[in-house]
């Protein structure tokens, strides 16, 4: 092993001497084998303790003209000979610099680097033209100009003395616009909207000083060169069109990095390109330029980013949620989501009964919004799209359950009602009739439209010629103790019969809305959300990142070009929810390509699995594991979305988050008393 050491170190040497006689073992050489160097390093003899030899040894200086030197050792005793376990080698701690014309005369102030291991240290020269320079670290180094000064040739290029001559450009070349450093481009926006955005970027570059000069104070004169170097990030996005380049320029390192030697255009004026960045987020790309082809004269940090923009609608009185863990969730897939209006909707507004009483919810006194597919389309008629194509309507409410389609029926036939049966009632005792589960979308009125919930309902005496109407009088939905139950007590007719030792069956329709939902982006009109705020802060947070999501077309309803949807991974659709979602989290097995391992609980069935904790996973809620960020599958999918319009660009049927809610049984109904 070599170990690299400074001049005028100190070492201490050992080894252990195992084998030969005993009373050979008292004294060893220490002998050195040395290649450069001062002077030698001297042989010595030491006294062995415990058989172990130990020797301190100062070692010399480099000669003035080498860059180091190299030793060895050996340690002969005992009828032995023992080479030392490691090698060395030796360097200076400090190197001196002289800098000189082209004439061999000083040059003041030339600006040079130091590089080591990775490491750079800058300097100056003296007005003499010298320089001290001390090494950090005793290992291999290089010297070189920095720029606008240049390296023309060493006179001396070895040992601790150095000299070398250098020439210095009329001015740096630095950028002008952007200015250095780091900057933050809006891919996805209008190039129109200003020098931020559009997904390309024109970069001009100059003469230091020269943008804020006046014309005639100017340094760049008409065909100066200058140099720029562009480079995209290996770690980019998969995304392959458009091709991330500089326009015009010599492609080099497969796609990876654009050269090319420019001229000003005219005195003062600064050289332009473009740089065409793509459109995926966090995509970087470092553009140099200098007035050498080193391009280390200034330097622009571009990251690519998108903005979208929403109006927020609220219920009156309603404040806007905490969206502190949806920024973060954006953040991750580099978008940043601003609001540029919002309006309150009052309890006046809506179709019939889209503000409902708070009885129905356990809350008397109040009254609360509900949206669903039967009155959002006045609501979002609400929706002033300042932004188009990037605007967003969230209209939020307290429920969302959906009150068309047929699915809102539900049809009970031949439901056998004998004198055994009794059902509870609102004047807290037990009458002849039964209870059916209807369904968390059951209320005292149509959510709809508050007409009856009882659609229609009849009885027929078993094996007799009785028979009568079931009317809403007879039903008696239990919102505050058990939600989704229908309890039917009997007509007097029917009642009688059950009671001299009859059967009677009941044929009933009864109106049940689809729910509840937390949240919705509307199929092809993915822009016009729905999002149900009456939840805790996360729910409400991971509801909105998560509707946004398929704004953006997850998962995978489309696939950027140079990526594939198969390789997401966890891409499914319906399996007890409403669209395309991710179950992240689940293993190959259980996933079983989408489908769901047969003959297991996963089969066709992806709800109220807790280990998919991606916010694209198909519910929320009470007792959810989400996480509030978008996994790693899905977020390459996201960041390279072009996301240059969100209207227009959706999937044709509306995805929902399904409310995490407990399987429904008789066995969850509050006991009978």
């Given at each position: 092993m070599i170990k690299n050491v400074f001049e005028d170190s100190e070492l201490t040497l050992k080894s252990k001497i195992t084998g030969g006689k005993p009373e050979e073992k008292k004294q060893v050489k220490f002998a050195f084998e040395q290649k450069g160097g001062g002077a030698k390093i001297a042989e010595a003899t030491v006294e062995l303790k415990n058989d172990l030899a130990e020797h301190k040894i100062k070692l010399p200086k480099i000669k003035d003209d080498e860059d180091s030197y190299s030793f060895s050792y050996s340690i002969e005793g005992a009828g032995q000979c023992l080479k030392g376990e490691d090698e060395y080698?030796?360097?200076?701690?400090?190197?001196?610099?002289?800098?000189?014309?082209?004439?061999?005369?000083?040059?003041?102030?030339?600006?040079?680097?130091?590089?080591?291991?990775?490491?750079?240290?800058?300097?100056?020269?003296?007005p003499k033209g010298k320089a001290a320079i001390h090494l950090k670290n005793p290992e291999d180094f290089t010297i070189d100009a920095v720029s606008p000064f240049r390296l023309d040739g060493w006179v001396t290029s070895v040992g601790r003395k150095r000299k070398a001559k250098f020439s210095k450009a009329p001015y740096r070349v630095v950028l002008h616009s952007p200015a250095p450093g780091n900057h933050k481009q809006y891919v996805n926006m209008d190039a129109k909207g200003g020098p931020t955005q559009g997904p390309v970027l024109t970069v001009k570059?100059?003469?230091?000083?020269?943008?804020?000069?006046?014309?005639?104070?100017?340094?760049?004169?008409?065909?100066?060169?200058?140099?720029?170097?562009?480079?995209?990030?290996?770690?980019?996005?998969?995304?392959?069109?458009p091709k991330r380049e500089a326009t015009g320029f010599k492609e080099e390192g497969g796609g990876l990095v654009f050269t090319q030697k420019l001229q000003i255009p005219k005195d003062g004026e600064p050289v332009e390109f473009k740089v065409q960045l793509g459109y995926a987020g966090g995509d970087k790309c470092t553009i140099h330029v200098g007035s050498t082809d080193k391009c280390e004269e200034s330097t622009l940090l571009v990251q690519n980013w998108r903005k979208l923009h929403y109006q927020l609608t609220v219920p009156k009185g309603t404040a806007k949620p905490d969206m502190t863990r949806m920024v973060t969730a954006l953040k991750d897939v580099f978008v940043e989501y601003e609001e540029?209006?919002?309006?309150?909707?009052?309890?006046?507004?809506?179709?019939?009964?889209?503000?409902?009483?708070?009885?129905?919810?356990?809350?008397?006194?109040?009254?609360?919004?509900?949206?669903?597919?039967?009155?959002?389309?006045?609501?979002?008629?609400?929706?002033?799209?300042?932004?188009?194509?990037?605007?967003?309507?969230?209209?939020?409410?307290?429920?969302?359950?959906?009150?068309?389609?047929?699915?809102?029926?539900?049809?009970?036939?031949?439901?056998?009602?004998?004198?055994?049966?009794?059902?509870?009632?609102?004047?807290?005792?037990?009458?002849?009739?039964?209870?059916?589960?209807?369904?968390?979308?059951?209320?005292?009125?149509?959510?709809?439209?508050?007409?009856?919930?009882?659609?229609?309902?009849?009885?027929?005496?078993?094996?007799?010629?009785?028979?009568?109407?079931?009317?809403?009088?007879?039903?008696?939905?239990?919102?505050?103790?058990?939600?989704?139950?229908?309890?039917?007590?009997?007509?007097?007719?029917?009642?009688?019969?059950?009671?001299?030792?009859?059967?009677?069956k009941l044929d009933l329709q009864i109106y049940c809305a689809l729910g509840p939902y937390l949240g919705e982006a509307d199929g092809a009109k993915g822009w016009l959300q729905l999002i149900v705020v009456k939840q805790k802060g996360n729910v409400v947070n991971d509801v909105m990142a998560h509707e946004l999501g398929h704004t953006m077309n997850q998962v995978t309803k489309t696939v950027a070009p140079g990526l594939k949807a198969a390789d997401h991974g966890r891409m499914y659709t319906g399996n007890g929810h409403m669209g395309p979602h991710c179950a992240d989290g689940m293993s190959d097995d259980n996933y079983a390509k989408g489908a769901g391992k047969k003959g297991t609980d996963y089969e066709g069935k992806f709800a109220g699995k807790k280990e998919c904790t991606c916010i694209m996973y198909g519910e929320n809620g009470e007792g959810s594991t989400c996480t509030g960020r978008f996994c790693a599958r899905c977020q390459p999918f996201i960041k390279a979305e072009g996301l240059d319009s969100l209207h227009g660009a959706g999937a044709s049927a509306t995805a929902h988050v399904s409310q995490k809610t407990a399987d429904s049984s008789a066995d969850t109904r509050a006991a009978v008393k």
């Open positions: 080698r030796v360097w200076p701690k400090n190197i001196e610099l002289d800098a000189v014309d082209k004439d061999d005369k000083e040059f003041a102030a030339v600006e040079w680097k130091l590089m080591q291991g990775g490491g750079k240290v800058l300097g100056h020269c003296d570059a100059g003469a230091e000083g020269d943008d804020k000069a006046k014309p005639a104070d100017r340094k760049a004169k008409k065909d100066d060169v200058v140099f720029v170097r562009v480079e995209f990030d290996k770690d980019n996005s998969k995304r392959d069109k540029y209006k919002k309006i309150e909707v009052d309890e006046t507004d809506g179709p019939n009964l889209s503000w409902f009483p708070g009885e129905w919810l356990n809350e008397p006194g109040k009254k609360f919004l509900n949206v669903g597919d039967h009155n959002k389309d006045h609501f979002h008629a609400k929706f002033d799209d300042q932004k188009t194509p990037l605007g967003v309507h969230v209209m939020c409410c307290h429920t969302q359950f959906d009150c068309n389609g047929a699915s809102t029926t539900k049809d009970f036939v031949g439901v056998e009602v004998d004198g055994t049966k009794q059902t509870p009632w609102s004047d807290g005792k037990n009458h002849p009739g039964t209870y059916v589960w209807v369904g968390g979308g059951l209320f005292p009125k149509k959510m709809k439209d508050g007409s009856s919930t009882l659609i229609s309902g009849s009885w027929k005496e078993d094996g007799g010629a009785g028979t009568g109407a079931i009317v809403e009088a007879d039903l008696w939905v239990d919102r505050k103790t058990n939600p989704g139950w229908a309890f039917m007590k009997l007509p007097d007719a029917a009642r009688d019969l059950v009671k001299a030792g009859k059967k009677v």
